[in-house]
Every structure is written in C-alpha cells, then in structure tokens.
C-alpha cells in the first residue's frame, strides 16, 4: 500500500486531524507509527463506539498503525462510573474486548492496556504532575467536558482534575504518535499538545471522529454548555447514550429491536441536519458497506439501491425518498452489518446479561 492509499484510509469519515501535515510526515517515516484510543469502560457499548470508532481503529491497522484500545478504568472510577465500583468497571472492560473482537477489531499489531497497568508505575505520576504544573487550573476546568461535564461547573469532586492531567499523561508515557477520539475528546488533545511545546516533548498528532447522535434528534439535547464552537457543542450535546436504550442503538441488538429503535427514530422529511437516520446511513451504513438497498413497494416507486451518500441525500432533501423508506433500508444495513456481533455472542449470553443487570443496579 503506497503513501496516499494509506493516507486516505487513516483521514477517511474524520472530523479533524491536527495537523494533515503532521500526519502525512508520520507515514512517510514511520511504517508501523503507533495510535491509541481510550474508552471508558462505562456500559453498553452502541453503535458509535463500536461502528464509528471500531472502522477507524480498522483503517489505523490497514495502514500499518500499530494500535492500542486503552481500556481507563481508573478514569471510570474517577467518573463515578458503575458508582464506583472497580469489579463492575473491569467487567465492563472485558466485555468491551469482547465486542470489539466481534466486530472484527483484531490483529497482531492491536494490543488492548488498562489504566490500571500504567498507574503501577511512579514514573506515570510524575508525568501526571509535570502536565499538571505546565497548565493552569483554569485550562484543567476547560477540558472536564471531556468527562461529559458541562462547561462551568460550580462544585464538583477535586478527584476530577486529576483526570485530563492522567489522559494526557496516557499519551505521553505510552510513547504514542496519534491520539485517536470522538471530537469531543479535543480539549483534552489540544492540552496535550500545548503541554509538549512546554516541555520539550513530541507533540502527538489527534484524530477525532464524528459523534453520532441520539435516536431521538436534537430534542434529546442535554442541558448545559460543552465546548465555545457551535458544532461541535450541537454533536456532545445529542450525542448517542448508551444510558438510554431507546436511544441508541447497542453492536448486539437483535434484528426485531433494531427494526423498532430505528421505527421510532426522528427522521424529519426533506432535512439533512439533525437527522439522526440520514446520519447513520452517512457514517455507518456507507462505511461499511459499498451501496444501501431499499426494498419499497412498486406504487411508491420501487426498489432502489443508492452508491454513495451523497445520492442518497439528494434524493431525501428532494423528497424523491420517503423517511419510512429511508429507514427500513438503514435498518436492513444495520443488521447485516452486526450480523458478526450477535452470532458471536451466541453461547455467550451471560456477559450480556450481566451487564444489563449492572446497568439497572448502578
């Protein structure tokens, strides 16, 4: 694979990369550069961790990255994810291996790392402390949203300014040269970079990826203030949650409840923004699969199949493409696509299980 083919597939479906120079001169020296992504481990994982962010992790592999799936355990603790429990917090680290093997996020170059194996080490502190005294405490308040805190907050646990500091720290101390995340991880990135220029240490490249938004539109838009740039603030704001089902859509849905989350999805007719439907279809759906088929009946103009997104929403802003069409044929594609999650799963029920029982008990 030559230098732009590798290029293409790492900036493919990006919000940003910061910077595409910088990038372009990490392929060009480096065959197997290394790229890293953390996750909390926090609950059920949907559709945009393990589709969104699970194909990029895919590209990274294709073009030759070496790449960890940081698992922060100690960051859900910090979050009071599961209330805090570690047990819980680890179980939900292994179950989110689990998904990412079934969705096919495998190979000889991936390597899955807790927290809990950093923090073992002193020397991770003492890059904790050497970020925390290069930024002001101010700066360390701004990137809490990166914890899904809005912007602002008046009291909140002095635990949390630990945590930019730690996933700074992540990057540094695990030798990384890109630094993948959703684009409302930014802040975080952008402290990161400027905490290198001050210390003499290489600034890491950031990708961030879209934030696919909740089933319900912007009417689900959570209170509060997340970032100063408007679109970016607009996709935290209505992002997917996986803590509330009907909202989301989860990698080991069965088929009839893909079919009735999609259903009951907002889908205004003839509008492309904030439409949760049409952007499943731009950012799963074609990602994954070459053409979406739609099987509607002859009097309403009959099967059609669509190769690119950008004919598909010319046909929905024109109103050509009804929205009950437009889902179904989402909701087929859905289904093909995590066809591999659910026969995986099958004999391993229990993990699921358990999880939903966490998840009502947290």
């Not at 179980?91 to 969705?103: M, N, P, Q, R, V």
């Not at 701004?142 to 914890?147: G, N, T, V």
């Not at 630990?162 to 996933?167: D, R």
Request: net charge negative.
């Amino acid at each position: 694979m030559d230098l732009e083919e590798r290029l293409q597939l790492v900036m493919r479906n990006t919000e940003e990369v910061v910077t595409p120079p910088e990038m372009r001169r990490l392929l060009e020296e480096n065959p197997h550069p290394h790229a890293y992504w953390g996750f909390e481990c926090s609950g059920l994982m949907h559709i945009g961790t393990g589709l969104v962010c699970g194909s990029k992790i895919k590209d990274m592999l294709e073009a030759g990255f070496k790449f960890t799936i940081f698992l922060a355990d100690w960051h859900s603790w910090i979050n009071n994810k599961f209330g805090g429990d570690m047990e819980k917090i680890r179980f939900a680290g292994e179950y989110f291996k689990h998904c990412f093997t079934a969705l096919g996020v495998k190979g000889e170059r991936l390597r899955f790392v807790w927290a809990s194996e950093l923090v073992e080490d002193s020397e991770y502190w003492e890059k904790v402390i050497r970020i925390a005294k290069a930024v002001s405490l101010r700066r360390t308040m701004r990137a809490l949203p990166i914890m899904g805190r809005t912007m602002g907050l008046a009291d909140f646990e002095t635990a949390w300014l630990v945590y930019p500091c730690m996933q700074a720290a992540d990057i540094f101390y695990m030798n990384v040269d890109v630094a993948c995340a959703g684009i409302d991880q930014r802040k975080v990135h952008m402290l990161a970079r400027d905490v290198a220029e001050k210390r003499g240490w290489r600034k890491p490249i950031c990708l961030h990826t879209h934030l696919i938004m909740s089933l319900r539109g912007p009417e689900s838009r959570m209170e509060g203030k997340f970032d100063e740039n408007e679109e970016v603030d607009f996709q935290i704001g209505v992002k997917m949650s996986k803590s509330i089902p009907q909202s989301a859509i989860f990698v080991h849905d069965s088929p009839e409840e893909i079919r009735k989350k999609i259903r009951g999805a907002y889908c205004p007719p003839q509008e492309a923004h904030g439409n949760p439907v049409l952007e499943l279809a731009k950012y799963v759906v074609f990602t994954h699969m070459d053409t979406l088929h739609i099987n509607r009946p002859q009097k309403y103009g009959g099967a059609i199949t669509y190769n690119s997104y950008e004919e598909l929403e010319k046909d929905y802003l024109a109103g050509r493409l009804h929205p009950l069409d437009l889902k179904e044929g989402v909701a087929e594609s859905l289904i093909e696509i995590l066809a591999p999650v659910r026969e995986y799963f099958k004999g391993r029920e229990k993990i699921i299980e358990r999880m939903h029982s966490m998840e009502i008990t947290r």
